[in-house]
């Protein structure tokens, strides 16, 4: 399972980005609709920020709930995350990651539970 990060930069505080994270697998066996954004500052552990679940729920975690929004693009296997209303604190390495399987309740957003990842995307705040 190969999945690739974009979408990051610089932007002043109070700004927007958009992150997207392509996958792809050779392995017929894989198949999961779970997947997860995390997000790691230096310091800090990774924090889960926003997951869908296999049958489709929706969440996010409680310090980016209402400024970011999770979309997925099936028919070419990208998953969206717009971040809006961007504050110095989101500053950290942006990750994306799945489970090879069904996965249900909170399972997206809690890293150990991930088993595949991205390298990151880098994204910095300025205030």
């Known amino acids: 399972v190969q999945l690739a990060e974009s979408g990051g930069g610089s932007v002043q505080a109070g700004g927007s980005l958009t992150l997207s994270c392509t996958y792809s697998?050779?392995?017929?066996?894989?198949?999961?609709?779970?997947m997860g954004w995390f997000r790691q500052a230096p310091g800090k552990e990774r924090e889960g920020v926003a997951g869908i679940t296999s049958l489709g729920k929706i969440m996010y975690g409680n310090s980016v709930k209402g400024r970011f929004s999770l979309s997925q693009d099936n028919a070419r296997n990208i998953l969206y995350l717009r971040m809006n209303s961007l504050r110095p604190e989101d500053t950290a390495t942006y990750f994306c990651a799945t489970i090879d399987g069904f996965c249900s309740g909170d399972t997206p957003i809690i890293a150990d539970r991930m088993d595949y990842w991205g390298k990151g995307t880098l994204v910095t705040i300025a205030s």
């Open positions: 697998t050779l392995d017929y066996r894989f198949d999961s609709d779970c």
